[in-house]
């Protein structure tokens, strides 16, 4: 913009390693204060006018970043250059979970972390301020973030430059506090109390905004701490659909219920020898066929055949229905009534056909009971359950993808 000063522009410093002579360029300009030496390994001190050698390394040196340094990329709208990298470690439950740190670098943003994990990325922003942190929570900018896991990290491998003093074997007691998409971590060493913030990344943007890496990245391992849910939308819309759509059930319902009228059509005693009895249904619907029997200690079952209707076919529905009850000194078991539902039955006159099954105990008489255009409960019951079906399998699959979140940290 016109009347603004340009930026200064601060030239590259070309130097090289005191241990193997290499070459270096170093790309944080003045920011740099430790550097470790992509060719030998050797960790340099650049804080003075001279560099100074503080850690040798001897014999051939093959560790190598996820991304090359000086790899540039744009991420989050800003374009950032690897400047260094480091892998470090933690100890748990007897594994070694070891992760890498790529070090960004922008001369007007300053610098950003790309760490990987098993095929994980997530971008980290060092915080000016100070989170609040309690036993199992931490809180910054209004948003709470629970407990994932405490450890001890430890440098395994550097390269390249970092704006602090760094070497292998470095320990720092960390602290992750997770909120999907975000991480809120807690570095503390003997110097200094650091809070940091990361942001999970889908690992398409990052080859996308990095191009190919040096070394491939795997396959996505487990779940990450801060890797959000992929069935969290799907449940929010759900939960919004299925209310939607157990009003209308409850609308429809109600106007079902509303409509069956429960219209006595014949009531009779059934003999032990059987009994036909010719029938009309005006409504049809749902039948529902009830029998009560004086059972003492005894049983019966009866056979019940509905044929008809008389005139337009000879179809039989069947129906079963067994009364038995049994007692003793401080028990009973059983009912001396039952009833059962039969349904799709169309209008028209129909056969009753009921038999005692030839091995009943109870040889009396049956009251029997004949309804039409009954109210099928389980229509009800079975329609308001098949509306939980889809919610229930995508809270099914939320859940077990917090469960496997959840198994890598403190509290599994």
Known sequence: MAGEPEPAVVPARELRCPNCGAPWTLRGFNTTRTLGCEHCGSVIDTSGEHWQLVEKVEGAYNARPRFALGTRGELMGVKWEV????SRYVRAYGQKFTWEEHLLYNPYEGFRYLVYQDGHFVFVTP????????????????????HFSTGKAIVEEVLGEFPWEVRRGDTAKTDDYVAPPLILSKEETAEEVTWSRGEYVEPDVVLKAFG????????????????PNPHRPMIDWMLKATGAALVLWALISFIYMASNRSVPVWSGAVPADGHAQEIVLTRGGTVEVSAEAPCDNS?????AMLVGP???????????????????PDWTEGSRSTSTLVGG????RYLLQVTHHPESTYKGDVALHVREDVTAFRYVCCS??????VPIVAAIKTATFEQQRWAESDHG
């Not at 000016?128 to 931490?138: D, E, K, L």
């Not at 008389?310 to 003793?328: C, I, N, P, R, T």
């Open 83 to 86: 400047i260094g990298w480091c």
């Open 127 to 146: 915080l000016p301020g100070v989170a609040t942190s309690r036993p199992m929570a931490a809180a910054y900018e209004d948003k709470t973030y629970k």
């Open 212 to 227: 190919k890496p040096a070394r491939a990245v795997s396959q996505r391992k487990g779940v990450h701490a801060c890797q």
């Open 299 to 303: 049983w019966v079952f009866l056979n």
């Open 310 to 328: 008389q005139g337009v076919s000879e179809e039989a529905q069947y129906a079963g229905l067994e009364v038995e009850y049994y007692h003793g």
């Open 345 to 348: 039955i169309a209008p028209g």
């Open 384 to 389: 308001f359950f098949l509306f939980l079906i």
